[in-house]
């Protein structure tokens, strides 16, 4: 019933709202290929002048980190308090820095 | 005996942790989300029907013109919700033939008629601000997509009550013949409006444990609570007469008290007997058949292009 929909690609949509800012992930479509999806992305998601610049991504092709195995993935950093500037304890008078 | 990842789970929901798709989740959890969004998503496409009932015959080119923009948006955010709700792993034509079957329901509100252009403002008005109470509260709701769904709709769905304001307000000021079409309207559109908040909390299947694992953030009864409170002064306001005759300020509890609503009614027009339950879905399914030929066009022009790369490759 629905056969073409399910053959349709599903694109991640990311919009800059002001340019010097970031492009922020926002929602996700169906599209048959990057050119549609940015149509698509324009009519759906930047109908108020919410961006200036849209980037679509194949959601096939992003690769995730799994949240599940957050704790040894970022192990190697998490044992460097060094890297934080509230680590080094300076005078009073200077603290400011 | 609890699992450890039910325990996990548990953790975040009570540490107002939102749950990302690939977590681990009860099924039950999922079941439950993929019922609410779903039935969400349905209300939002089926709910372009009584208002596009209008569009060619809007008063004004400028009513029309916002008429128009308020459809689409629906359309936008039925898009929000379904991307939302794939992320659960059930997929768009599942959940199309689960609404076109009739195994999925979407908001009664939209089994009920537009007969007169003062519908629409009232639909605007009441229904989009009744969705606003629900929607604003959901924007809580534990599960992430949803959540973030829910805040981008919140922020489009308050332009949809104030020109449903606006249009009833041009009405209520108007002659004494458009003064009683918004009030015809007004009584008509009040209490579906109030049954969109649900069945009373005692008598909601979903409710308790949809509060527990925070999917829903506010009972049913307290969100039409609030919603029975705002809309007493934009009665008056209008100048029109609230339909509620038992509306009556209750200062212990400091909110309105009101009449209680026709449930058998509600009931029947969720079982499939309002005036519109069966006309809805028809045009739901003509729409979707008749777009076929789009759909078949995108695909075969996709592998067209497809085969014309491979062949500039070889």
């Known amino acids: 019933m629905t056969t073409a929909t399910e053959k349709l690609e599903l694109f991640e949509v990311f919009v800059r709202s ?19 999806a940015l149509e698509y992305a324009r009519d ?34 998490d044992d460097k308090p060094y890297r934080h500037a509230t680590y080094y304890v300076l005078p009073d008078p200077v603290n400011n820095m | 005996m609890t699992l450890p990842q039910e325990e996990n789970f548990m953790r975040k929901i009570s540490a107002e942790e939102k749950i990302e798709p ?21 209300s939002e496409i089926i709910g372009m029907q009584p208002e596009g009932n209008w569009i060619t015959r809007a008063p004004s080119l400028r009513r029309k013109a916002v008429l ?10 039925g898009l929000y919700l379904y991307s939302a709700c794939e992320t659960l792993g059930i997929s768009r034509a599942e959940m199309i033939e689960q609404l076109q079957t009739g195994a999925a329901k979407y908001s009664s509100i939209f089994n009920y008629p537009t007969l007169t252009w003062a519908d629409v403002g009232a639909i605007g008005w009441l229904v989009d601000g009744a969705a606003i109470v629900n929607q604003v509260s959901l924007q809580r709701t534990s599960y ?33 013949g458009q003064k009683a079409m918004a009030q015809d309207a007004l009584d008509r559109f009040y209490w579906p409006a109030l049954m969109m908040f649900g069945p009373h909390d005692s008598d909601s299947a979903h409710s308790q444990k ?12 307290d969100l039409r609570q609030k919603f029975i409170d705002q809309t007493v002064q934009q009665i008056e306001v209008l100048g029109l007469e609230h339909p509620d005759k038992a509306i009556k300020w209750n200062e212990e509890r400091g909110h309105y008290d009101s009449s209680d609503l026709n449930w058998d009614e509600f ?45 500039d490759a070889a």
């Open chain 2, 144 to 176: 992430g997509p949803y959540s973030r769904g829910m805040i981008r709709i919140c922020k489009e769905e308050s332009f949809h009550q104030r020109q449903g304001y606006e249009a009833i307000l041009a009405l209520a000021k108007g002659s004494e």
């Open chain 2, 68 to 77: 128009l923009s308020k459809v689409q948006d629906e359309a936008g955010h």
């Open chain 1, 44 to 77: 759906c998601y930047t109908r108020r002048s919410e961006g200036v610049s849209i980037w679509v991504v194949k959601s096939n092709d992003i690769c995730a980190s799994q949240e599940d195995d957050a704790d040894c993935f970022y192990d190697p950093s």
């Open chain 1, 18 to 36: 002001k340019r010097g800012l970031d492009h922020k992930h926002i929602g996700s479509l169906h599209a048959e290929d990057h050119e549609q």
């Open chain 2, 210 to 221: 949809s509060m527990e694992w925070k999917i829903k953030r506010e009972t049913n009864d």
């Open chain 2, 267 to 311: 009931w029947s027009v969720i079982n499939g007997n309002g005036h519109c339950n069966r006309q809805r879905i028809e045009h739901h399914v003509a729409a979707h058949e008749e777009g076929e030929w789009v759909r078949d066009a995108i695909t075969a022009y996709n592998e067209k292009k497809r085969a014309k790369q491979t062949q």
């Open chain 2, 22 to 42: 690939k977590d681990w989740m009860p099924d039950a959890y999922r079941k439950n989300l993929i019922r609410q969004i779903s039935q969400h998503a349905h």
